[in-house]
């Protein structure tokens, strides 16, 4: 879905009851996991065992500050192009005999560049020399800007200087994969612990019906040995049942509705609450009728959006960009440093109008033919509103279906849909993570522009934070403007952790939780 530069971890200090550590910790996700392959990862549940049971280049230790990983030390060339990075000899893949080598992640960001691979997260790193040259078969492989130096020196080139690159190789797609074993399983790399290796903290030790098992990795050095056991149970909505998992000790933190959040603070539970999803309208543009922009923006001045308020929970509120509001840049909050919403989303039948006539005329048709929205149950009484305003302004006919979570991500992955409401989560704290989801053609809404992209990319280039969100700025205002998708909603989530442990990592952008600090 429109699924890493400086990730804001909020570290959740508590202090812990009873005679010590737990040896168990339990959390709930949403959904099982399709694969365990690092370059693959795109659901919360993936990034959450393949950051918890890989270890990139690069780490971060339990304040979020950029630490030694794999390499135990880089340098940076003085124009901020080249980073050198010297992996420690002796670490080992958990199967104890495999070293990890500087090929283990040349070959990592090999398969994250390759067309057959379909990397969900490889736009993040197109800053590296050629990759996209690659990734379109412009460029051999020897031309990406990464080279292995012997077995422990691993260089990497960069189109330019970006300050926060370190802080992307801490994430899942920068993870190591062995060339050899990935040729052993024949296509099968991932697809089970028979055909997956794992190089951090944990190592996935056992599936059951309806659990992940996760267990210290006797043969990595970060390995944490105070839990024996971490079990990921799967439930189809966490929030659910929450607050009685909590209670009972069945689990150990979790996602809550915003109606539990008073009573678990009065248990003792820590809540983080961070406004960090944008819910927004995708167009599908592959679509004959909706890859005509003016189509879009009619529709998009078609909505009224204040008839949505009443109609959306109590933590949720309109939205007029793409950014959430809890995203910073260099510390400060980009959404209260560039504006809350720019000019193009007021409602305005009278431009709804014209943009449509130019759109039909542009198109050689004299009306549309009917379109369909689609989104989960619990949105269809906002998303009412938004059928009768665009059928009520431009009368066109507007279908609207209700689907399951599966649904609607197969569908929209699959481009067959014509609009969807789809959540939009960054998985760093950065803008840029919002927008890199745009940069690549094969996003979900089917969107590619070289003038955004282009603006993206300066953005990035930026070594001055305030220039920096200024370009940014441009970027989300050309990408208002070309309208793939309209931003409707904000979303604040709650997360409570119990009052028995203490040293969890979570991070608000995207749900990551980091188990090795715990105590």
């Not at 690659?134 to 960069?158: M, S």
């Not at 059951?208 to 079990?231: C, F, R, W």
């Not at 603006?455 to 208002?480: I, R």
Request: proline share 5%.
């Amino acid at each position: 879905m429109l699924k890493k530069l400086i990730c804001f971890l909020l570290v959740l200090s508590f202090c812990f009851s009873g005679c010590g550590a737990p040896k168990t910790l339990g959390f709930d996700i949403p959904r099982g996991v399709d694969s365990f392959d690092p370059q693959l990862a795109g659901s919360d549940p993936e990034l959450i065992i393949v950051e918890n049971c890989f270890q990139g280049l690069l780490d971060k230790d339990e304040n979020g500050t950029i630490i030694p990983g794999a390499a135990e030390k880089w340098e940076v060339s003085e124009d901020g192009t080249v980073y050198t990075f010297y992996i420690k000899e002796g670490l080992l893949w958990n199967d104890g005999e495999t070293p990890v080598t500087a090929d283990d992640f040349l070959f990592a960001f090999q398969r994250l560049f390759s067309p057959e691979t379909s990397a969900p997260s490889r736009s993040d790193f197109f800053n590296i020399k050629n990759s996209e040259d690659y990734l379109n078969g412009k460029a051999h492989e020897n031309l990406l800007g990464i080279r292995a130096i012997g077995d422990y020196k691993l260089e990497i080139t960069l189109e330019s200087a970006d300050p926060l690159f370190p802080d992307l190789l801490t994430n899942a797609a920068a993870m190591p994969c062995n060339r050899a074993f990935f040729e052993e399983t024949k296509g099968r790399y991932g697809l089970g612990l028979a055909y997956t290796m794992f190089n951090g903290a944990y190592y996935v030790r056992r599936i059951n019906n309806y659990s992940y098992v996760l267990s210290p990795n006797e043969h990595s050095e970060i390995a944490n040995d105070g839990y024996e056991n971490i079990y990921l149970f799967v439930k189809d909505d966490p929030k659910a049942d929450a607050v009685n998992r909590l209670l009972e000790e069945t689990v150990d933190c979790s996602v809550i509705n915003p109606s539990d959040k008073d009573f678990l603070e009065n248990e003792g539970f820590d809540i983080l609450e961070s406004e960090n999803t944008t819910w927004a309208m995708a167009f599908n543009t592959n679509d004959e009728v909706l890859c005509n922009n003016n189509i879009r923006r009619a529709i998009t001045y078609a909505i009224d959006k204040t008839l949505l308020a009443p109609k959306i929970d109590e933590n949720f509120r309109i939205a007029d960009a793409f950014v959430p509001p809890s995203v910073t840049l260099n510390g400060l909050n980009y959404r209260k440093t560039v504006g809350e919403g720019f000019t193009g989303f007021e409602f305005d039948p009278e431009i709804a109008s014209d943009l449509f006539k130019a759109g039909l005329e542009e198109l050689g048709l004299t009306k549309l033919p009917t379109l369909t929205i689609i989104c989960t149950e619990e949105f269809i009484p906002a998303m009412g509103f938004v059928q009768k305003s665009v059928q009520d302004n431009l009368a066109v006919f507007i279908n609207l279906i209700p689907v399951t979570e599966e649904e609607l991500s197969s569908a929209v992955s699959s481009g067959n849909y014509d609009l969807a409401l789809v959540s939009i989560t960054p998985q760093y704290d950065n803008p840029g993570a919002i927008f890199s989801l745009f940069t690549d053609p094969e996003n979900v809404t089917g969107f590619y522009d070289a003038a955004f992209s282009k603006a993206v990319s300066a953005a990035v280039k930026e070594e001055d934070f305030t220039a920096m969100a200024e370009t940014f700025s441009v970027a989300e205002q050309m990408l208002l403007q070309a309208t793939p998708a309209l931003p409707l909603f904000y979303e604040t989530s709650y997360f409570a952790v119990s009052p028995r442990i203490s040293g969890l990592d979570y991070s608000v952008y995207g749900g990551h939780i980091t188990f090795r600090f715990c105590e």
